[in-house]
């Protein structure tokens, strides 16, 4: 028993020491990108301009933060891409469970949802704005266009993977669908729906940054566009370094989100 214990204190002490291991290499490796960077960029190894540097970019985004312009493009930019976030896991959900429901609906629609998932949405959005005009709204459905489709694919076939023996017994007890898919389907699927979350909150990101490209007034898309149309490419390179941020931390509360779950399932 105490040759097991200290085993598993050694396997805790390497897998600690490894995960620092990491940590340190990736920060050394950005550190090192960002020298290298302003560098070139002081050097003249890199077009200032075109590049922009970190430097520049530090005080671009302190110009930036002072006035609250950049506070007010990154709200309007998560609103939309968490109110779009939702709507796609809302109706992904609903529709997966309607067409499990109904298995022939589901033999219907099957290849109109693959067709439509396998469209480029990029190029729906001008048709978007013809149809709705150029709002909020219209981003937020271009994001929704992005990822609802294969979400609801995703969905609804691991709805069918589940074990037809479970499903069995209950209705031999005597249950019902709705018995089935509250008992059965929805939390034996709890961690294919956290997956899939985890994929749309970076698709429900894309999606809004290209309807914002096409029919914005404000957020981190039309940041970019403008910026770059106005040779303000500190601009541009700000908002994609706050996009990253942005990207990393919306994958982090999913991923937290799946840690917390996967310990009471």
Known sequence: MKMMRTSHER???????QRYQIKLWQGLL??????????????????????????????????????????????????????????????????????????????ILEPFFVLLNSLPKSALAPILIVWLGNNMKTIIITAISIAVFGSIINLHTGFMEISEEQLKLIRILGGNKTHCLRYIIIPGSIPLIISTMKVNIGLSL????????????????????????????????????????????LFGVISTLEKRVGKYL
């Open 30 to 107: 950005l550190i090192s990108l960002l020298f290298f960077w302003e560098m070139g960029t002081r050097k003249g190894w890199l077009n200032g301009f075109i590049f922009s540097s970190p430097s520049r970019i530090i005080v671009t985004g302190y110009e930036m933060l002072k006035d609250g312009s950049l506070f007010y493009h990154i709200g309007i930019t998560l609103f939309e891409t968490l109110g779009s976030f939702l709507l796609i896991t809302v109706l992904s959900l609903v529709v997966a469970m309607v067409l499990w429901w109904i298995p022939m609906l589901a033999q």
């Open 206 to 249: 894309v999606g809004v940054i290209i309807g914002e490209f096409l029919a914005a007034k404000a957020g981190l898309g039309y940041l970019i566009i403008y910026g770059s149309q106005v040779f303000k490419l500190d601009w541009v390179m700000l908002s994609i370094l706050v996009l990253c941020i942005i990207a990393m931390a």
């Open 11 to 17: 396997f805790v002490r390497q897998y600690k020491r």
